[in-house]
Protein backbone atom coordinates (compact mmCIF):
# COMPACT_ATOMS: atom_id res chain seq x y z
CA UNK A 1 0.00 0.00 0.00
CA UNK A 2 0.94 3.51 -0.76
CA UNK A 3 2.15 6.05 1.95
CA UNK A 4 0.06 8.73 2.11
CA UNK A 5 -0.72 11.50 4.33
CA UNK A 6 -3.32 13.08 2.30
CA UNK A 7 -6.98 12.84 3.66
CA UNK A 8 -7.95 13.22 0.11
CA UNK A 9 -6.04 10.75 -1.39
CA UNK A 10 -7.34 8.19 0.71
CA UNK A 11 -10.98 9.19 -0.22
CA UNK A 12 -10.26 9.20 -3.74
CA UNK A 13 -8.67 4.88 -3.48
CA UNK A 14 -12.44 4.20 -2.48
CA UNK A 15 -15.46 3.77 -4.59
CA UNK A 16 -17.19 6.01 -2.64
CA UNK A 17 -16.79 7.68 0.81
CA UNK A 18 -17.84 5.67 3.71
CA UNK A 19 -20.85 6.49 6.36
CA UNK A 20 -19.72 9.10 8.92
CA UNK A 21 -17.25 11.08 6.21
CA UNK A 22 -18.10 13.92 4.47
CA UNK A 23 -17.17 15.91 1.87
CA UNK A 24 -17.52 19.45 0.00
CA UNK A 25 -15.45 20.98 -2.82
CA UNK A 26 -14.87 24.39 -3.81
CA UNK A 27 -12.99 26.96 -6.02
CA UNK A 28 -11.53 30.38 -5.04
CA UNK A 29 -9.32 31.71 -7.94
CA UNK A 30 -6.96 29.26 -8.66
CA UNK A 31 -7.15 27.33 -5.56
CA UNK A 32 -9.30 24.26 -5.66
CA UNK A 33 -10.20 23.27 -1.90
CA UNK A 34 -11.68 19.86 -0.32
CA UNK A 35 -12.76 19.57 2.88
CA UNK A 36 -13.45 16.44 4.29
CA UNK A 37 -15.20 15.42 7.66
CA UNK A 38 -14.52 12.31 9.15
CA UNK A 39 -17.62 12.66 11.93
CA UNK A 40 -18.01 8.94 12.97
CA UNK A 41 -15.48 6.71 15.12
CA UNK A 42 -16.85 4.26 11.87
CA UNK A 43 -16.07 6.55 9.11
CA UNK A 44 -12.86 7.16 11.28
CA UNK A 45 -11.73 3.38 11.09
CA UNK A 46 -12.77 3.41 7.24
CA UNK A 47 -10.80 5.89 6.07
CA UNK A 48 -8.13 5.39 8.73
CA UNK A 49 -7.89 8.83 9.82
CA UNK A 50 -8.92 10.18 13.13
CA UNK A 51 -12.67 12.04 13.84
CA UNK A 52 -11.74 15.75 12.79
CA UNK A 53 -11.43 18.61 9.87
CA UNK A 54 -9.78 17.41 6.41
CA UNK A 55 -9.15 20.33 4.51
CA UNK A 56 -6.99 20.00 0.79
CA UNK A 57 -5.65 23.34 -1.06
CA UNK A 58 -4.12 22.44 -4.25
CA UNK A 59 -2.75 25.61 -5.94
CA UNK A 60 -0.04 26.09 -9.22
CA UNK A 61 3.55 24.61 -8.28
CA UNK A 62 4.92 26.17 -5.85
CA UNK A 63 8.53 25.51 -7.83
CA UNK A 64 7.26 28.10 -10.24
CA UNK A 65 5.59 30.56 -8.15
CA UNK A 66 7.78 33.18 -7.14
CA UNK A 67 5.14 36.05 -6.08
CA UNK A 68 2.81 36.39 -3.48
CA UNK A 69 -0.80 36.35 -4.60
CA UNK A 70 -3.67 37.31 -2.98
CA UNK A 71 -6.54 35.17 -4.03
CA UNK A 72 -4.27 32.47 -3.19
CA UNK A 73 -2.87 33.91 0.35
CA UNK A 74 -6.25 34.73 1.11
CA UNK A 75 -7.37 30.64 0.39
CA UNK A 76 -5.06 29.55 2.43
CA UNK A 77 -5.27 32.05 5.35
CA UNK A 78 -9.16 31.63 5.69
CA UNK A 79 -8.85 27.91 6.14
CA UNK A 80 -6.68 28.07 8.76
CA UNK A 81 -8.38 30.95 10.49
CA UNK A 82 -11.60 28.18 10.21
CA UNK A 83 -9.86 25.86 12.52
CA UNK A 84 -7.95 28.37 15.16
CA UNK A 85 -8.97 29.18 18.41
CA UNK A 86 -10.60 32.42 18.15
CA UNK A 87 -8.17 34.14 21.47
CA UNK A 88 -5.50 33.41 23.57
CA UNK A 89 -1.93 32.49 22.94
CA UNK A 90 -0.85 29.88 19.67
CA UNK A 91 2.15 28.46 19.64
CA UNK A 92 3.97 27.42 16.31
CA UNK A 93 6.08 24.22 16.00
CA UNK A 94 8.35 24.09 12.63
CA UNK A 95 8.82 20.17 12.55
CA UNK A 96 11.66 18.85 10.48
CA UNK A 97 15.33 18.90 10.19
CA UNK A 98 16.65 22.29 8.09
CA UNK A 99 19.67 19.96 7.23
CA UNK A 100 17.98 17.77 4.68
CA UNK A 101 15.40 20.10 2.14
CA UNK A 102 12.71 17.64 1.40
CA UNK A 103 12.59 17.97 5.48
CA UNK A 104 13.07 21.09 5.87
CA UNK A 105 9.70 23.15 5.43
CA UNK A 106 8.37 23.17 9.08
CA UNK A 107 11.89 24.83 10.24
CA UNK A 108 11.62 27.69 6.88
CA UNK A 109 8.37 28.39 7.51
CA UNK A 110 8.39 28.72 11.30
CA UNK A 111 11.34 31.05 10.55
CA UNK A 112 9.21 33.64 9.32
CA UNK A 113 6.20 33.44 11.98
CA UNK A 114 6.29 36.89 13.26
CA UNK A 115 6.56 35.76 17.43
CA UNK A 116 5.06 38.09 19.60
CA UNK A 117 4.72 37.10 22.86
CA UNK A 118 7.49 38.77 23.92
CA UNK A 119 6.00 42.30 22.80
CA UNK A 120 3.80 44.03 25.56
CA UNK A 121 0.50 45.66 24.47
CA UNK A 122 1.47 48.96 24.79
CA UNK A 123 4.87 48.41 23.30
CA UNK A 124 2.74 47.45 19.87
CA UNK A 125 0.04 50.01 20.32
CA UNK A 126 3.14 52.52 20.66
CA UNK A 127 4.41 51.13 17.75
CA UNK A 128 1.95 51.26 15.84
CA UNK A 129 0.85 47.19 15.30
CA UNK A 130 -2.56 47.41 17.21
CA UNK A 131 -3.48 44.40 19.48
CA UNK A 132 -1.32 41.59 18.38
CA UNK A 133 -1.86 38.74 19.45
CA UNK A 134 0.14 36.60 21.27
CA UNK A 135 2.18 34.16 19.30
CA UNK A 136 5.82 31.80 20.30
CA UNK A 137 7.55 29.88 17.77
CA UNK A 138 10.07 26.96 18.02
CA UNK A 139 11.68 24.48 15.91
CA UNK A 140 12.45 21.60 18.31
CA UNK A 141 14.77 19.96 15.24
CA UNK A 142 14.26 15.96 15.36
CA UNK A 143 15.18 13.24 17.76
CA UNK A 144 18.58 12.48 16.10
CA UNK A 145 19.54 15.84 16.58
CA UNK A 146 18.19 16.38 20.20
CA UNK A 147 18.12 12.71 21.89
CA UNK A 148 14.45 14.26 22.57
CA UNK A 149 11.29 13.33 21.05
CA UNK A 150 9.36 16.22 19.91
CA UNK A 151 6.35 15.26 21.32
CA UNK A 152 8.27 15.21 24.95
CA UNK A 153 9.34 18.44 23.99
CA UNK A 154 6.00 20.33 22.93
CA UNK A 155 4.34 18.40 26.15
CA UNK A 156 6.58 20.59 28.22
CA UNK A 157 6.23 23.84 26.36
CA UNK A 158 2.69 23.66 26.46
CA UNK A 159 2.31 23.18 30.00
CA UNK A 160 4.93 25.72 30.27
CA UNK A 161 3.75 28.77 28.30
CA UNK A 162 -0.12 27.34 27.97
CA UNK A 163 -1.47 28.81 24.73
CA UNK A 164 -4.84 28.24 23.71
CA UNK A 165 -3.77 26.25 20.55
CA UNK A 166 -0.52 24.70 18.53
CA UNK A 167 -0.23 24.85 15.31
CA UNK A 168 2.34 22.33 13.77
CA UNK A 169 3.83 22.69 10.44
CA UNK A 170 5.44 19.56 8.67
CA UNK A 171 6.47 18.12 5.22
CA UNK A 172 4.53 15.13 4.25
CA UNK A 173 4.26 12.30 2.05
CA UNK A 174 1.87 11.85 -1.22
CA UNK A 175 1.16 8.92 -3.44
CA UNK A 176 0.33 11.22 -6.76
CA UNK A 177 3.94 12.43 -8.02
CA UNK A 178 1.36 15.27 -9.63
CA UNK A 179 0.67 16.54 -6.29
CA UNK A 180 4.26 17.28 -4.84
CA UNK A 181 4.77 21.02 -4.17
CA UNK A 182 1.28 22.15 -5.07
CA UNK A 183 -0.82 20.92 -2.38
CA UNK A 184 -1.42 22.42 1.23
CA UNK A 185 -3.30 20.22 3.56
CA UNK A 186 -4.69 21.66 6.61
CA UNK A 187 -5.94 19.64 9.77
CA UNK A 188 -6.89 19.80 13.79
CA UNK A 189 -6.46 16.13 13.99
CA UNK A 190 -2.64 16.22 14.67
CA UNK A 191 0.41 14.17 13.37
CA UNK A 192 2.69 11.82 14.02
CA UNK A 193 6.01 12.89 12.66
CA UNK A 194 7.83 10.93 10.78
CA UNK A 195 4.91 8.56 9.42
CA UNK A 196 4.55 9.54 5.67
CA UNK A 197 8.00 8.03 5.48
CA UNK A 198 7.64 4.92 7.81
CA UNK A 199 9.30 6.40 10.95
CA UNK A 200 6.11 6.83 13.55
CA UNK A 201 7.30 8.84 16.25
CA UNK A 202 4.93 9.87 19.08
CA UNK A 203 1.63 11.47 18.19
CA UNK A 204 0.77 15.07 18.67
CA UNK A 205 -2.65 15.68 18.93
CA UNK A 206 -5.12 16.95 21.12
CA UNK A 207 -5.20 14.13 23.48
CA UNK A 208 -1.24 14.15 23.83
CA UNK A 209 -0.77 17.71 24.69
CA UNK A 210 -4.34 19.05 25.58
CA UNK A 211 -4.87 22.08 23.72
CA UNK A 212 -6.45 21.83 19.83
CA UNK A 213 -3.88 20.96 17.55
CA UNK A 214 -3.70 22.46 13.88
CA UNK A 215 -1.54 20.33 11.05
CA UNK A 216 -0.15 22.10 8.41
CA UNK A 217 1.73 20.41 5.38
CA UNK A 218 2.92 20.34 2.13
CA UNK A 219 3.40 17.08 0.20
CA UNK A 220 7.14 16.56 -0.29
CA UNK A 221 8.35 13.30 -1.05
CA UNK A 222 6.90 9.97 -2.42
CA UNK A 223 8.30 6.83 -2.20
CA UNK A 224 9.45 4.68 -4.86
CA UNK A 225 6.57 2.71 -5.31
CA UNK A 226 4.76 5.42 -6.18
CA UNK A 227 6.70 6.49 -9.25
CA UNK A 228 7.11 3.44 -10.39
CA UNK A 229 3.15 2.85 -9.94
CA UNK A 230 2.96 6.02 -12.04
CA UNK A 231 5.33 5.29 -14.74
CA UNK A 232 4.22 2.32 -15.99
CA UNK A 233 0.63 2.47 -15.03
CA UNK A 234 0.44 0.05 -12.29
CA UNK A 235 2.99 -1.83 -11.42
CA UNK A 236 3.91 -2.08 -8.00
CA UNK A 237 7.54 -2.70 -6.36
CA UNK A 238 8.05 -4.96 -3.39
CA UNK A 239 8.70 -2.56 -0.13
CA UNK A 240 11.34 -4.95 0.82
CA UNK A 241 13.50 -4.36 -2.21
CA UNK A 242 16.54 -1.90 -1.69
CA UNK A 243 14.51 0.56 -4.16
CA UNK A 244 11.30 -0.27 -2.70
CA UNK A 245 12.19 1.63 0.79
CA UNK A 246 13.75 4.78 -1.61
CA UNK A 247 11.38 7.63 -1.36
CA UNK A 248 12.01 10.21 -4.24
CA UNK A 249 11.52 13.87 -4.30
CA UNK A 250 11.16 16.77 -7.21
CA UNK A 251 14.54 17.84 -8.66
CA UNK A 252 13.83 21.40 -7.97
CA UNK A 253 12.75 21.04 -4.03
CA UNK A 254 14.90 23.87 -2.94
CA UNK A 255 12.99 26.10 -4.78
CA UNK A 256 9.11 24.10 -3.72
CA UNK A 257 10.45 24.41 -0.09
CA UNK A 258 11.38 27.75 0.03
CA UNK A 259 8.08 29.10 -1.62
CA UNK A 260 5.80 26.73 0.11
CA UNK A 261 7.85 27.71 3.28
CA UNK A 262 6.92 31.46 2.53
CA UNK A 263 2.80 31.01 1.75
CA UNK A 264 2.44 29.01 5.21
CA UNK A 265 4.25 31.29 7.34
CA UNK A 266 2.79 34.47 5.89
CA UNK A 267 -0.89 33.11 5.71
CA UNK A 268 -0.17 32.06 9.90
CA UNK A 269 0.53 35.26 10.06
CA UNK A 270 -1.96 37.05 8.28
CA UNK A 271 -4.92 34.52 9.95
CA UNK A 272 -3.41 35.71 13.57
CA UNK A 273 -3.19 39.25 13.15
CA UNK A 274 -6.24 40.21 10.11
CA UNK A 275 -6.04 43.75 11.29
CA UNK A 276 -2.30 44.31 9.48
CA UNK A 277 -2.23 44.48 6.24
CA UNK A 278 -0.48 41.49 3.93
CA UNK A 279 2.13 44.09 2.92
CA UNK A 280 2.83 45.22 6.46
CA UNK A 281 3.59 41.43 7.87
CA UNK A 282 6.01 41.24 5.24
CA UNK A 283 8.32 44.19 6.04
CA UNK A 284 7.58 42.59 10.08
CA UNK A 285 9.57 39.50 9.31
CA UNK A 286 11.45 40.44 6.58
Do not use: W
Not at 43 to 55: D, L, Q
Not at 80 to 108: F, H, W
Not at 127 to 153: C, F, K
Not at 236 to 264: F, Q, S, Y
Amino acid sequence: MFRSDLALEQSESMDQLPGGVESENLTVGEAKITRIKVVTQEGAEKMGKPVGNYITIELPPFSTEGTMDEDKLSAVKNEISRLIPAEGLILIIGIGNVEITPDALGPKAAATVLATRHISPELAMASGLGNLRPVAVLSPGVLGQTGIETGEILKGLVDKVKPSGVIVIDALASRKLSRLGNTIQISDTGISPGAGVGNMRNEINSVTLGVPVIAIGVPTVVDASTMVSDITGGQNLNENDEMGKMMVTPREIDLLIEHAAVMISHSINCALHPHLSSDDLLALVS
